[in-house]
């Protein structure tokens, strides 16, 4: 009865299981290949020799090294904040009582917005032209500041308006999932702590948190595997030369080497693939054995 049983759901998860094969794990394991076949040509499917030469020129590329770079301030920086202003934000719309679904929906309305466009919208906003300086420029002036080109000025003020982006366009899914999270934890435990004399931030720390803390962890996880594959939202900034504009990512990189400015590489577009696919499992494995040790059942 028990084999029987386990063949039943082998069958149900076999045209899952036939598509993460063939979508999901040959792809990779077609990657890895071409990522040790030096000077691979898709037109004459040929190489000319086949070792770890890819890996070291990508390491030593100046313009991967700063992909590198950018990508691991946008994850250091964007991953935190969003998930903190996410969390406050939350608790905030979890108390209100009267409108709490009306404010829900203003806040995941940026989610649903086309990404390029809400780039497209922060680029007006903080780009300066020849007639305007742009709308934030504006309201820095008139505060009694100097006017900052954040699109094509110092580095740290590209990154901030990235940062911010990214920040604004993740926000929305992560309130929904921590309003959702916390309006699940059973109100006893809150009736229980307000008998007891126990202080809001108790409260907070003592039950919120350890009962959300899943939820926490795994938009802490999402977050830092989609920070690390970010891309599109640079191009709708920064516009496609973004290694001009020394505001390119690994997942752009990777694009370049095999159709842009750079195209026509794909061993070297596959060696920064499987560098990347390192970094995000290393950083998830991390995460994961952290996560046993702090969500509380």
Partial sequence: MQ????????LYLLPAIAFIGVFMIYPLIDVLIYSFEEGFNFASQSFFGTGGYNYSYVLHDPYFLQAVKNTFILV?????????????????LNSVKKFKEFFQTVFFLPYVTNTLAVGLVFMILFKKTAYSDGLINLLI???????????????????FVLCFYTIWVV???????????????DEMYYKAAKVDGTSKWRIFTRITLPMISPMIFYLVITGFIGAFKAYSDVVAIFGTNLNAAGMNTIVGYIYDML???????????????I??????????VINLLISKKNVKA
């Fill in 259 to 273: 159709y842009g400015n750079s195209g026509g590489y794909p061993s070297y577009a596959s060696a920064a693939a």
């Fill in 275 to 284: 560098i990347l696919f390192a970094i995000v499992l290393t950083i998830t």
């Fill in 3 to 10: 084999n029987g049983k386990n063949y039943k759901a082998w």
């Fill in 141 to 159: 002036t008139a505060f009694g500041g100097s006017a900052v080109d954040f699109i094509d000025g110092p580095y740290w003020a590209k990154m």
């Fill in 76 to 92: 250091i920086i964007t991953v935190p904040l969003s998930t903190g202003i996410a969390l406050l934000i939350s608790v905030g």
């Fill in 171 to 185: 926000m929305p899914f992560k309130i929904l999932i921590l309003t959702s999270a916390l309006s699940s934890v």
